[in-house]
C-alpha cells in the first residue's frame, strides 16, 4: 500500500521501506519506486512524503540500498 501520492505515469510503485535519511532526517517511511522514463533511462526513487520535492533518487539503487533500514511487509500492491 502506497503511504504519498505520486504523480508519475512512468513509475512502478514496489514497495515500502524505512530508510536512514542522515543524521537531520533519521529514519523515514519511504514509497519505492522504480521508473522507466521517455528519456530512457531507469530512475530509483524514494518518496518521503506527499510533497512534491521530498524524495531522493538515483541512475542506481544503491543509493537507496544504502539507506535500507527494512522493508516493510505486505506492502507490495500486486494486480488483481
Known amino acids: 500500500m502506497r503511504n504519498y501520492v505520486h504523480d ?3 513509475c512502478k510503485f514496489v514497495g515500502a521501506a524505512i530508510l536512514n ?8 517511511v519511504a514509497d519505492l519506486y522504480v521508473c522507466a522514463g521517455d528519456d ?9 512524503s506527499d510533497e512534491g520535492s521530498d524524495y531522493i533518487s538515483g541512475l542506481s539503487d544503491t543509493y537507496i540500498k544504502r539507506r535500507l533500514v527494512r522493508m516493510i511487509p505486505h506492502q507490495l ?4
Do not use: N, Q, V, W
Request: with cysteine; charged share 25%; proline share 4%.
Open 40 to 48: 530512457g533511462f531507469t530512475s530509483y526513487i524514494a518518496r518521503l
Open 77 to 80: 500492491e500486486l494486480p488483481l
Open 21 to 28: 535519511i542522515g543524521s537531520s532526517r533519521g529514519e523515514r
Open 8 to 10: 508519475c505515469d512512468h
